[in-house]
C-alpha cells in the first residue's frame, strides 16, 4: 500500500473493501435461495465457489483493520500534542473510539450467540419467513462485519492515544 494514501482514503479503501464483502454474502445467499438441490451441488463443484471462501476470511477483517488503521493514520496525520486540542479533546478522541470498539464487540458477541437458536426456530417451522429473510440478507451480514470491525478498534484506539499523546508524555 502506498505511504502516500491519506487516512480519507484508507477509511474509504476499508468502506469499500466491506461493502464488496456483503454485497458478495447478499449474491450467494439469493444463488442459495433460488437454486435447486441439483444446481445447488453443481455450484459446490463450480470453480468460482472456493472464492467466496476468500470473502469472509480475507476482506472483511482486512476492510476492518483498514478503518481502524485510518483512524490511526488521522491521528498521525495530526500530529503529536496538537495545540489546538486540548488534553481532554485528544484523550475523548482515544475513548470514543475504544468505546465504540467494545460496544461492537459485545454486540457481535451477543449476535453470533443467538444467531444460531434463531435460524434454527425459523427454519424448524418450515417455510419462509420474512424474519428469516432479514435475518439471513440483514443480521448475518452485520454478524460478519461488527465484531472484526470492535475487534480491530480497540487496539487502534490504544494507537490513537498514544499518537495523539506526544514524545514527551509516553511512559519508559
Same mark, same amino acid.
Given at each position: ?18 461493502? =464488496? &464483502? ?7 445467499? $439469493?444463488v442459495w435461495r433460488v437454486a435447486s438441490t441439483e444446481s445447488g451441488n453443481t455450484l459446490l463443484d463450480s470453480w468460482w465457489y472456493p472464492l467466496f471462501? =476468500? $470473502? ?15 483512524? $490511526? ?10 495545540? &489546538? ?6 484523550? &475523548? &478522541?482515544?475513548?470514543?473510539? =475504544? ?11 451477543? $449476535? ?9 426456530? +425459523? ?13 439471513? +440478507? ?9 465484531l472484526p470491525l470492535g475487534l480491530a478498534l480497540l487496539p487502534a484506539a490504544v494507537l490513537v492515544k498514544k499518537v495523539l499523546a506526544g514524545p514527551g508524555?509516553?511512559?519508559?
Open positions: 500500500m502506498p505511504a502516500n494514501l491519506s487516512a480519507r482514503a484508507i477509511l474509504w479503501l476499508g468502506i469499500g473493501t466491506i461493502t =464488496f &464483502s456483503v454485497l458478495c454474502q447478499l449474491a450467494l445467499d $439469493v471462501q =476468500f $470473502v469472509p476470511t480475507v476482506l472483511i477483517p482486512l476492510g476492518s483493520m483498514l478503518i481502524a488503521a485510518s483512524f $490511526v493514520a488521522h491521528a498521525l496525520e495530526r500530529g503529536p500534542g496538537v495545540d &489546538s486540542l486540548p488534553e481532554r479533546g485528544r484523550a &475523548s &478522541s482515544a475513548a470514543w473510539l =475504544f468505546w465504540i470498539g467494545l460496544i461492537l464487540t459485545v454486540l457481535g458477541l451477543v $449476535v453470533s450467540a443467538s444467531l444460531q437458536d434463531w435460524l434454527t426456530d +425459523l427454519n424448524s417451522q418450515g417455510r419462509s419467513s420474512l424474519a428469516l429473510d432479514a435475518l439471513n +440478507l440483514v443480521v448475518i451480514p452485520l454478524r460478519m462485519i461488527i508524555q509516553l511512559p519508559r
